[in-house]
């Protein structure tokens, strides 16, 4: 229904061979794209089953209203003008004139079936009819349109546009599109999460039904978050806090579009997961040091073969060889089918997964014919051994589509770009969510109050955290007149100031508070009894996120906290070992562990501290954050030194 969008609706369908019947609706018309039209809703035949509206936004109300009288069966809301630019008022009309109708939108490009051959998309598309296949769901029209563009033989079977996302969200969506069997992994690009818990159940019942989920979250900068905001009117969340939340609800995240459409791939044709020992195979030894260069920053390792396969590759491919993973075999068995096989199937026998470095030469300049028995023999090394192996290209553009396709369809998944590739194993390597978790419940923003610090302490204290003896007082001649029953060093804090260093409240290692001055700004005065030494200061923070509820952050802290950046995030709730997994995360670990001989931290204390507080917060909906900087952790024990906290005012 509409002018010129509406009608490539109609020839997009004929392209892709739709067999069931379209209905155009133009009030002038009497054929639109070869089409009888048809005047008025009224004058249909029936109910439509979908509808495409490309009409104004107005009008859009009023056509909603009239199908959903009619008994349709739903509606793609093209108009823009929403929420999204500041009519919320209107927004919320549409959604009460579709009443129990549903309708994808509005600001919304619509839905691709490449199975059934049906499309509600009214620009063009890259894809093809096929038989199973992925489904792309995304918050921006542009970034699919893209996606259906690539040429890596990813099979995709649906193309869906959330939009405002005003009625259907993320995670209903995406929960119909998985519960086609034709469907085999999920890929979205994502701007903001409108309901955290609903996916999290999504991602646990896809690996229950054998399908990936893997995700490009947009909105970690400020910027991008303004940007998100301002095109569909979501919460984006932070970046620390999204990545979090998908880890734990098990959907694998990637960086980039590529990576999206390599990691699909994977899953496509190996299911939700693979593991994580894996070799790599290359005929150079420049490919074979790159690959483990490039596959550091993910954390990717390839372990050394084990001595059986020492022997029997040492056996095939002769002394010359050096047998490593990864392993460049050399090209003395270039071409002999049965020999490549062999060494492949060696070495894929004794690792979860394989990389198989090959590039075919281009064909319109090229002979890529004597490459040939090598991809046959990474097919058989996969079929004989029943592991994934993944023929590689050291560039992208090194496999052309038609090859891919037919990869794909021997059920042996190509990867496109080194770099790319790795980082899709690596995102294909994430694990299931705990069974049952689900994030906290959130709450929205809200005007809030910072503690002073000798509030927070007692709120510490009778969450049973450790904190420094000390005594408060509304002067610097009150607090020094009872100072005398703390036990020196002391030290000397201004209350009033949320980062105290910095304004040049704290004073350390004091003998007697004789003869201080007054700190200007002050709004009273803490001392304590200075706690010295400890393995060493961490930062423990938890805060409410308005998409993913209560957030933990733990990481090492003290005054370069923010210099180091050395930070992990987790979703609230969490287990004792989750928590202690979170901290072994830390590029400075090996400090808490006892590094070169020195005592080691008592992370017990560290996990103990975080539950209690979590349980505090979960407890305590008005409670907005708390920051522990420093936690000064000791080989027995540990003491919340500083502390900032926040809560909603009444």
Known sequence: MGSVWAENVISQCRKMGFKGRVWPVHPSRTEVAGTRAFATLADLPAAPDATFIGVNRHATVDVVGALAGMGAGGAICFASGWTEAGEPELQAKL?????????????????????????????????????????????????????????????????????NAAQIGLAE????????????????????????PALAALAEAARGAGKGIVCVKSGKTEASRTAAASHTAALAGGGAASAAFLRQAGIAEVNTLSELVETLKIFHVHGPRIGSRLCS??????????????????????????????????????????????????????????RTTDVFSTMLSGYDAGIFVIDPPRPDRCDPSSFQPALDAIVAAQAGVGKPAFPVASLPENFDEERA????????????????ALGALKAAQTGPGRPGWRPASTLGARATRILDEAEGKRLLDAAGVPVPRGVIGASLAEVSAKA?????????????????????????????LDGQSEMTGAEGYLAEEMVAGGVSELLLGLRRDPVYGVTLTLGFGGVTAELLADTVTLVL??????????????????????????PGADVGAVVRIALQLGQVMLARPALEEIEIN???????GAVAVDALIREALQ
């Open 630 to 636: 420093p936690l000064i952790v000791q080989s027995d």
């Open 281 to 338: 195979l290359s005929c150079s030894g420049g490919e074979a040091g790159l690959v483990s260069d490039l596959a550091a920053p993910f954390g990717l390792t390839f372990p050394p073969p084990s001595e059986a396969q020492r022997q029997r590759l040492g056996e095939i491919l002769g002394p010359i060889v050096a047998i490593a993973n990864p392993l460049d075999y050399h090209t003395f068995i270039w071409g002999d089918g049965p």
């Open 405 to 420: 396709i037919a990869l794909v369809g021997a059920g042996v998944a190509p990867l496109m770009g080194l770099e790319t």
């Open 95 to 163: 959604v009460a004139a579709a009443g129990e109708m549903p309708i994808l939108g509005p600001n919304c490009y619509g839905v691709i079936n490449y199975l059934d051959g049906a499309l509600l998309w009214p620009d063009q598309h890259g894809g093809r009819r096929v038989e199973r296949g992925v489904a792309l769901l995304s918050q921006s029209s542009n970034i699919v349109i893209n996606l259906t563009m690539q040429a890596r033989g990813l099979p995709v079977a649906y193309v869906a546009c959330l939009g």
């Open 484 to 512: 005398g029953r703390l036990i020196p060093p002391l030290v000397l804090k201004g209350l009033g100031f949320a980062h105290k260093t910095e304004a040049g409240a704290v004073r350390l290692g004091l003998q007697t």
């Open 173 to 196: 969506l995406a929960g119909a599109l998985l519960a086609d069997d034709r469907v085999s992994a999920l890929g979205m690009y994502v701007e903001g999460i409108d309901d955290a």
């Open 573 to 598: 709730p969490v287990l004792a070992e989750e928590v202690e997994a979170a901290l072994r995360r830390l590029r400075l670990w090996p400090l808490l562990d006892g590094y070169r001989g020195r």
